[in-house]
């Protein structure tokens, strides 16, 4: 029965690392397919350490075989592990050039998890039904940003209306604006999670789930936005 039960679980630990492997072979063939350069970057990231592993062992020599072939195992790793980044980096980007410039763009980054804890949402807040232009909101410790979806000559007076909106009901909370489109100063797709990150925190958690869950409620129930509101006199939802 034990025999049996090991046997078991490595054939699961098997399929699992074999899943893996194909899904890693997956997404390498798809990043080629769509950045020819990232297998060169790879190849490149993985030989370096590679090579100053074994410079370090030729200037430097450890005086026995053991230390030679752990500094020589430790380039090795070191090169797998700067690989893997690379393909990670270089596939993300490949995932965003097959649906730049699509409307809904920006909503399928803001799905995904962001980082310093930014919160964002695929619907759009405003939407042009003719032209398809859209605004997306983030919010987080750098405050509101509003993500505009289109030709920026185009988006000013809804962004402008957006922005109105958002400082009557938080005053006292930032407001940012970036245009995601076809103008040459616009900020590519794949940049969007950078520049959230570069944003400078001027809000607490607590501040920024009371800012989230106000603008939030609002936007649900479609009510006109008050006047005066302070988000920081907001208490906060606590979690069931």
């Not at 190849?43 to 074994?54: C, D, H, R, S, T």
């Not at 922005?163 to 245009?179: A, E, S």
């Amino acid at each position: 029965m034990a025999r049996s039960k090991d046997e078991k679980s490595s054939k699961k630990k098997k399929k699992k690392s074999d899943g893996r492997f194909k899904q890693m072979w997956q997404v390498f063939k798809m990043t080629r397919r769509y950045d020819p350069n990232a297998q060169w970057f790879m190849a490149l990231g993985f030989i370096l350490p590679v090579l100053a592993a074994l410079v370090f062992v030729l200037v430097f020599p450890p005086g026995n075989g053991f230390a030679i072939g752990m500094w020589i195992v430790a380039g090795v790793m070191g090169g797998l592990l700067i690989a893997l980044i690379i393909l990670g980096r270089r596939a993300e980007r490949a995932a965003y050039s097959q649906i730049e410039g699509q409307p809904g763009a920006v909503g399928a980054i803001l799905r995904s998890p962001l980082r310093k804890g930014w919160r964002g949402s695929e619907m759009p807040v405003s939407v042009n039904p003719k032209t398809q232009d859209a605004i997306y909101r983030a919010v987080g410790r750098g405050g509101v940003v509003l993500i505009s979806e289109g030709p920026k000559g185009r988006m000013n007076r809804m962004v402008e209306d957006e922005r109105r909106k958002v400082q009557r009901v938080l005053p006292n909370v930032p407001v940012t604006t970036m245009n995601v489109g076809p103008d040459d100063n616009a900020v590519p797709l794949h940049k969007i999670v950078g520049k959230l990150a570069k944003i400078k925190p001027v809000l607490t958690k607590a501040e920024v789930l009371a800012v989230s869950n106000r603008l939030t409620s609002l936007s649900d129930k479609g009510l006109p936005i008050p006047k005066g509101v302070d988000p920081f006199k907001v208490k906060a939802q606590r979690p069931r």
